[in-house]
Nanobody, 126 residues
């Protein structure tokens, strides 16, 4: 069973940057980041296919966030720039480790991802 350990996050003023990192203990077919703001449903933010490096982004973060991989370390990072107060949320790393998925990778639906990290808080003040 693949396990995920996420790190990073914290508090920053609007316009600032933060970097999240997620380390996987085994092989994954898709890695993604989700977030859940207080009182809202969890939403997909970005995903990356670890083999091809193809990345996918939600419209709300396109041009500001960048997801990247380090296959040697089996980690996936989320670089978040030009942060806005509406980016404030608990961020979760997730992985799809089921080979029957046939290599499908996207930042949703959540059911695609069978393994979840512990979550890390990101707070952006205005």
């Amino acid at each position: 069973q693949v396990q995920l350990v996420s790190s990073g996050g914290g508090s920053v003023q609007a316009g600032g940057s933060l970097r999240l990192s997620c380390a996987a203990s085994g092989y994954t077919y898709c890695m993604g980041w989700f977030r859940q703001a207080a009182g809202k449903e969890r939403e997909g933010v970005a995903a990356i296919n670890p083999r091809s490096g193809t990345a996918y982004y939600a419209d709300s973060v396109t041009g500001r966030f960048a997801i990247s991989q380090d296959n040697a370390k089996n980690t996936v990072d989320l670089q978040m720039n030009s942060l806005k107060p509406e980016d404030t949320a608990m961020y979760y790393c997730a992985a799809a480790a089921d080979p029957s998925l046939g290599g499908y990778c996207y930042f949703g639906p959540e059911a695609l991802f069978g393994v979840w990290g512990q979550g890390t808080q990101v707070t952006v003040s205005s």
